[in-house]
C-alpha cells in the first residue's frame, strides 16, 4: 500500500505516468468508472474551496463516494487517539484525503491507516497542487525537459513540493528567489522537523534578475497563509518579489504565470498580471481535478 504525503512518495515515472493519462483523459474526454463503489473520507482542518470540490467531483466522476468530515465532527486527537481514528476510517473508507494543520498529523494518520493517505495540503507540502502545475507546464510547454520555473517569495508548502519534484529529476530547473529572511525560516522548519532537502539542482538565492530573464515559469504563492497575521515589516521586505508586468516583462516572452490560489492581488500578484494572457491560473486550478482522478486511480491500484 502506498501513500501520497509529499511528491517524494513518487518516482519520476510514476509522476509522469499520474500526468500523462489526466493529459490523455482529459483532451480525449474519456471517462472512467474504476473507482465504483470506492468510497474516499476528505477530512479538513482548514477551510478549502479547490481541495475540496476537485477531490469531490474527481471520486464521483470515477464512479466512488465521498464524504467530507470536519475536524469539529471528529474526535481526532481528542476524545479519541489518532491512532484510533485512523483505524476507525480504514474500516469505513478505501482511501482517506486530509487537508492538515500539521504535516506531523498526516504521517501519523498513515502510520495506523490500513488504507492510502493523500495530503491535500499540510504546512509542510502541498503534493497535489505541484502534480497539477506540472501538468498545465507540459500541456503549455510540451514537456518538462528544459523548462525553467522561477519561484518568487516565502518558501511555502507550494515551493517545498516543487522543491521535491525538482529533486526527482523529472527535468525542469527550479530558481527560488527568496528574502535571506524567509530562506532561514524555512531551513529551520526542515530542522525542527527532521528534514532533509538537496539543493544540488536547485538555485536558492535573493533576487537575481539575470536569472529571471531566463525565466519559463513565474510562480508565486500568498504571502500569509491562512490564519497567519499579515506584517507590515514583512510586506515591505516582500515588495519587490511581487510579480507585475515589469517582472514579466523582464522573463522569456512567451513565459507564463502560474499561482496555486487564492491570490491576493495587492501583494505577491498584480491585477494585470494574473488576469492578464500568460496567466494560466484557471486552467491549472481545473488540472487538479483531472490529475487528482489519475492520482485516486493509482492509489486505489
Request: aromatic fraction near 6%; glycine fraction near 4%; include cysteine.
Amino acid at each position: 500500500m502506498k501513500n501520497f504525503l509529499n511528491i517524494s512518495d513518487f518516482s519520476n515515472e510514476e509522476c509522469i505516468k499520474i500526468i500523462s493519462s489526466a493529459i490523455d483523459k482529459k483532451n480525449n474526454k474519456r471517462q472512467s468508472s474504476d473507482a465504483q463503489n470506492k468510497t474516499l473520507a476528505m477530512i479538513f482542518e482548514k477551510n478549502s474551496t479547490r481541495t475540496r470540490i476537485s477531490f469531490e467531483l474527481a471520486i464521483k466522476q470515477l464512479g466512488g463516494l465521498s464524504i467530507m468530515l470536519d475536524k469539529d465532527q471528529l474526535h481526532l486527537g481528542k476524545r479519541e487517539t489518532l491512532a484510533d481514528t485512523a483505524q476507525t476510517l480504514s474500516q469505513y473508507a478505501d482511501i482517506i484525503m486530509m487537508r492538515s494543520n500539521s504535516h506531523q498529523t498526516l504521517e501519523n494518520l498513515a502510520k495506523y491507516s490500513s488504507v492510502p493517505i493523500i495530503n491535500g495540503l499540510s504546512d509542510l507540502s502541498h503534493p497535489c497542487q505541484t502534480l497539477a502545475t506540472l501538468m498545465t507546464i507540459i500541456e503549455l510547454k510540451g514537456s518538462l525537459e528544459g523548462v525553467n520555473i522561477s519561484w518568487f517569495g516565502p518558501i511555502s508548502n507550494v515551493a517545498h513540493s516543487l522543491i521535491e519534484a525538482a529533486n526527482n529529476d523529472l527535468g525542469f530547473t527550479l530558481t527560488l528567489h527568496c528574502p535571506q529572511y524567509y530562506q532561514d525560516i524555512y531551513s529551520q522548519k526542515l530542522s525542527d522537523m527532521n528534514k532533509k532537502i538537496c539543493f544540488d539542482n536547485i538555485s536558492l538565492n535573493e533576487l537575481d534578475f539575470k536569472k529571471v530573464e531566463a525565466t519559463d515559469v513565474m510562480y508565486t504563492d500568498t504571502w500569509f497563509s491562512m490564519g497567519d497575521i499579515e506584517d507590515s515589516t514583512k510586506i515591505e521586505m516582500l515588495t519587490k518579489y511581487s510579480i507585475d508586468q515589469n517582472m514579466m516583462s523582464i522573463a522569456k516572452k512567451d513565459s507564463i504565470f502560474l499561482h496555486c490560489l487564492p491570490a491576493n492581488r495587492s501583494q505577491e500578484v498584480s491585477a494585470q498580471v494574473i488576469d492578464g494572457e500568460q496567466s494560466y491560473v484557471w486552467q491549472e486550478a481545473q488540472n487538479r481535478l483531472h490529475v487528482q482522478k489519475e492520482l485516486l486511480l493509482h492509489l486505489l491500484g
